[in-house]
């Protein structure tokens, strides 16, 4: 079983639509979450962290299951500039600052 | 503003050869990494450094070896390139301590180099 993991997509969406994403780990003592997000031919870039209690970013919002070991990204009202792909990241225990990624999931947001 | 650099975006070897892929960061970051991505695989560990002269093998340090002289930079080395080899390598950089940080274990990644081993 990978480490994390997530469905690749791609989801294509019409603008101004809500799509989520969801992400499962593997190691239960894993403690720090993020949401990366990377436009073609980039490098990944932080989007965000996810807390425990979920937090909002705009129209972005992350929340954490960690009975079910699950991560979810929800965008609201998608922009066509949301087109990218999201990798759902997990730090690993104990291993100083050392990330898991997933290996993405694929957005295209169409007008 | 935060800058990590990588020394090629593509790069073109020949099968045998010994290649080369430096990165420097601005930042002053303890730790640096090197990954390379694959489609499907996503992002994977080579190597990690958490100071100068420090390295941990990731999680596929095979045919790769490092090297960190200076704190800002690192870089990473095929000794006999191979074809398998060919990929996208993605270099980052992150701070050691977080306390009162608001993203712990934030990294910073380079542009890349896409290598073509032929």
């Known amino acids: 079983r990978k480490e994390v993991e997530q469905d690749p997509g791609p989801f294509n969406v019409p603008e101004g639509a809500t799509v989520a994403f969801n992400c499962t780990y593997s190691n239960s003592a894993s403690q720090s979450f993020f949401w990366y997000r990377q436009d073609c031919r980039k490098e990944p870039k932080l989007l965000m962290s996810v807390y425990s209690s979920g937090n909002e970013d705009g129209r972005f919002t992350a929340q954490l299951n960690r009975a079910s070991q699950y991560i979810s990204l929800l965008i609201r009202d998608s922009k066509l500039s949301d087109s990218a792909t999201y990798l759902c990241?997990?730090?690993?225990?104990?291993?100083?600052?050392?990330?898991?990624f997933g290996q993405g999931t694929e957005l295209s947001v169409k007008p | 503003d935060v800058k990590v650099t990588q020394s090629s975006r593509y790069l073109v070897k020949r099968t045998g050869e010994k290649v080369f892929l430096e990165c420097v960061q601005d930042?002053?970051?303890?730790?640096m990494f090197w990954y390379r991505q694959d489609p499907g695989l996503g992002l994977r560990l080579i190597y990690f450094s958490y100071d100068v002269k420090m390295k941990e093998k990731g999680d596929i340090p095979e045919g790769y070896s490092v090297s960190r002289e200076k704190k800002e930079r690192f870089s990473l080395i095929l000794e006999s390139a191979s074809t398998n080899q060919t990929s996208m390598y993605l270099c980052?950089?992150?701070?050691?301590?977080?306390?009162?940080?608001?993203?712990?274990?934030?990294?910073?990644f380079g542009p890349g180099t896409r290598l073509t081993v032929t």
């Open positions: 930042m002053d970051h303890e730790n």
């Open positions: 990241v997990v730090k690993r225990p104990n291993q100083g600052g050392k990330l898991i």
């Open positions: 980052a950089s992150s701070l050691n301590a977080f306390a009162g940080r608001a993203h712990p274990y934030e990294q910073y």
